[in-house]
């Protein structure tokens, strides 16, 4: 069974580590995501008054 | 030279080329690097939403210190789900066949959940040793089948990613040739034998996507008892 070929093992496991990563995880990460869903919390946060900065 | 059905495993050279360093290297060119303007196009789009409900359905399960293993898990299925797809395309070669690549993957990610439970819990991580309720006369046997099951783990994960692919990749090509010999000689069936192909291309597919799943969520669900 040539998986079981010994000559190639370390080398394909280094190689394909280091796709892993260092290849994949930038482009994973550049996938930014707006609109933060907003927290289902329980407490309501106070209501800031607001008032005209009359000057 | 005889060929055997199993060549098709060989890591390829072709000039001295491993070809393997291209299937690893060539099917990120796929996958755009996002910019930092908001504007995406479709592809894009469609690759944010799969990598985004992903991750959200995979670390749904883990507690909070699990979700920094988001980056890691999303990357590893990126990694497979692609390596496993492209490899079902003619001519293609799947990385994944390869035993190297999935116990590479498989042992030193199982081996660092092991050995986060082992730092931050021990007890609790030793405890999954031993199911709850078992008679106490069974305690001993239950604990050396529990410490052989655990063990067992990363070599489940890996040889169960490369059967899979190598048996399926096997059988395509047994019946592809069962095609391509009986074409001449009983036509109708050769076209019965066809439609098997593609039903079976079909499974593959299916497969392929399956047991890129099946490795990350149970890492994930590993991760889940030690962390």
């Not at chain 1, 370390?10 to 930014?32: D, E, G, R, Y």
């Not at chain 2, 299925?77 to 190297?100: E, H, K």
């Amino acid at each position: 069974m040539p998986q079981l070929n010994p000559a190639p093992w370390f080398a394909i496991l280094v190689f394909s580590w280091l796709i892993f990563l260092t290849v994949i995880p930038p482009k994973i990460l550049n996938h930014t995501f707006n609109n933060e869903p907003t927290t289902m919390s329980a407490e309501k946060s106070k209501p800031q008054s607001w008032n005209w900065p009359w000057s | 030279m005889i060929l055997s059905f199993f060549d098709q495993f060989m890591s390829p050279t072709w000039l001295g080329v491993p070809l393997i360093a291209l299937a690893l290297t060539l099917p990120w060119i796929m996958y755009p690097t996002p910019s930092s303007r908001w504007l995406n196009n479709r592809l894009l789009t469609l690759q944010g939403w799969f990598i985004n409900r992903f991750t959200q359905q995979l670390l749904l399960p883990l507690n909070l210190p699990g979700h920094k293993w988001a980056l890691i898990f999303t990357s590893l299925m990126i990694f497979l789900i692609t390596l496993n797809l492209l490899g079902l395309l003619p001519y293609t070669f799947t990385p994944t066949t390869q035993l190297s690549l999935n116990m590479g993957l498989a042992l030193p990610l199982w081996l660092a959940t092991v050995i986060i439970g082992l730092r931050n819990q021990p007890t609790a991580a030793l405890g999954h040793l031993l199911p709850e309720g078992t008679p106490t006369l069974l305690i001993p046997v239950l604990i050396i089948i529990e410490t052989i099951s655990l063990f067992i783990r990363p070599l489940a994960l890996g040889v169960r990613l490369t059967a899979n692919l190598t048996a399926g990749h096997l059988l395509i090509q047994l019946i592809a040739t069962a095609v391509f010999v009986l074409l001449p000689l009983m036509p109708a069936v050769a076209i019965l034998t066809a439609t098997v192909l593609f039903l079976l291309t079909l499974l593959e597919v299916a497969v392929a996507m399956i047991q890129a799943y099946v490795f990350v969520l149970l890492l994930s669900l590993y991760l889940q008892e030690n962390i």
